[in-house]
């Protein structure tokens, strides 16, 4: 799972896609997860980094991952080879 | 010394469906290549760039264009003779078949323009799309032009509603049932005549590329946007620049096939399977061309430049992200102001 590299994020959360030329505002969590996408780290980095820093379970947290990486595909700001 | 370069221009309808004057008139008013003077061409006596500060230095009445091209013709020739003109751009659709008719008149007389040829100019109408879409093997949405109300009832056998209704120059109606097509149909062709399109509907996202090309292919410049707000009459209020290769390759295709000569409007829907379908191809530069300014690529000054033969390169790149968001102003002016353009033609 890898962000388009034309994708902007602002240290604020604010997501720019120059494509389509949509916008969203993250909160913090979900900057911190898109950040980690932009490194290339697998889900199991994602999840061990998230359920290290917040009070949440393994599968808690896989679950709002997945629906969240959905959400993103569905904007259109995954690379197309990971989009389907 | 910067060379001083007198324009005149239409479409000083600053309203809520706004002409191109006003924008077309700041991107010559910021050029680093000449000094402008602007001439102001009004149809109508409240439109509203006659009175705006720092925006026209003068003003003549012209006739509209229905009561015939000579005496259109006639009138820019006359406004010459006391105040020349270097340059003039029409910046309607419908006025735009009187001055490239009269092209080789205006520039005999000394002045110049930078127009589509008549050739192109009817090939990207909207009731030829479908043709146009054959020939350069583009994706467009099927259509076709009806002139009677009762050819309204077997439009079922080629479209499935909803559907456009469109005038031959202007106004687009989403119609749901037969009912709406001829409410539509009325309201057209009361305004614009016939014949009116039929459009397929294809759903997505509006996006738009204003170009200019230089005739012989080129593609001077161009810049895609899409519209994130955009008013009850379809125009935009609001808009952002792309980072889109592709829309900018279908434009340099089509300036390329056409060799399209003046600016450009592309109106493209892109489907949810991420095809650009044309919906339009407008044979002008539109009112949202300030956002190219913006952007770095100052259309108007270039389609100066073209038209007096000085040296233009072609823009490279512009700035995305780059956003654009109409404001309404309330200007307060003189009945003198109103007076003398009425009883004069001037002002």
Redesign the interface.
């Known amino acids: 799972m890898r962000i388009k590299k034309n994708i902007a994020i602002s240290d604020s959360g604010f997501v720019f896609n120059p494509t389509t030329g949509d916008s969203y505002s993250l909160n913090q969590v979900g900057k911190e997860i898109l950040q980690y996408l932009g490194e290339n780290r697998s889900k199991e980095e994602i999840t061990s980094l998230m359920t290290s820093q917040y009070d949440i379970d393994a599968a808690s947290f896989e679950k709002y991952f997945f629906d969240f990486i959905g959400m993103l595909r569905q904007f259109e700001l995954l690379e197309e080879s990971d989009a389907t | 010394m910067q060379p001083k370069i007198t324009v005149a221009l239409t479409g000083l309808n600053n309203t809520d469906n706004p002409g191109p004057g006003v924008p077309v008139i700041r991107g010559i008013r910021e050029s680093v290549a000449f000094q402008s003077r602007i001439i102001g061409l009004a149809y109508e006596n409240l439109e509203p760039a006659i009175y705006m500060e720092g925006v026209v230095d003068k003003t003549y009445q012209v006739p509209y264009p229905s009561e015939g091209t000579d005496v259109l013709v006639k009138r820019i020739l006359e406004i010459h003779q006391k105040d020349p003109i270097d340059v003039l751009i029409p910046n309607f659709d419908a006025e735009l078949y009187a001055f490239m008719r009269s092209e080789k008149l205006l520039r005999e007389a000394g002045i110049h323009t930078f127009l589509p040829t008549l050739e192109q100019f009817e090939e990207r109408h909207k009731s030829n799309l479908p043709e146009f879409g054959r020939k350069y093997d583009l994706e467009v949405p099927f259509s076709k032009p009806i002139t009677r109300i009762d050819e309204i009832e077997k439009l079922k056998e080629e479209f499935d509603y909803p559907l456009m209704v469109k005038g031959k120059f202007y106004d687009a109606y989403l119609a749901y049932n037969e009912e709406q097509v001829r409410m539509n149909f009325n309201k057209i062709t009361a305004k614009w005549g016939v014949p009116v399109i039929i459009q397929e509907f294809i759903k997505g996202?509006e996006?738009n590329v204003v170009a200019l090309g230089d005739g012989t292919g080129n593609t001077m410049g161009a810049v895609p946007?899409?519209k994130?707000y955009i008013t009850d009459k379809g125009k935009a209020w609001s808009?952002?620049?792309?980072?889109?290769p592709k829309m900018l390759e279908l434009t340099r295709r089509i300036i390329r096939a056409m060799k399209w000569r003046g600016g450009m409007e592309l109106e493209l829907v892109k489907s949810h399977k991420n095809e650009y379908y044309i919906i339009e191809i407008n044979p002008r530069i539109p009112a949202w061309v300030y956002l190219a300014v913006g952007a770095g690529q100052n259309m108007p000054e270039a389609l100066v430049k073209l038209a007096l033969g000085m040296e233009m390169k072609p823009f490279e790149g512009y700035e995305?992200?780059k956003m654009f968001i109409r404001y309404s102003y309330d200007l307060i002016t003189n009945v003198k102001e109103f007076e003398k353009l009425s009883t004069q033609g001037e002002l």
């Open positions: 996202t996006v946007m899409r994130q808009g952002i620049t792309l980072d889109d995305v992200g």
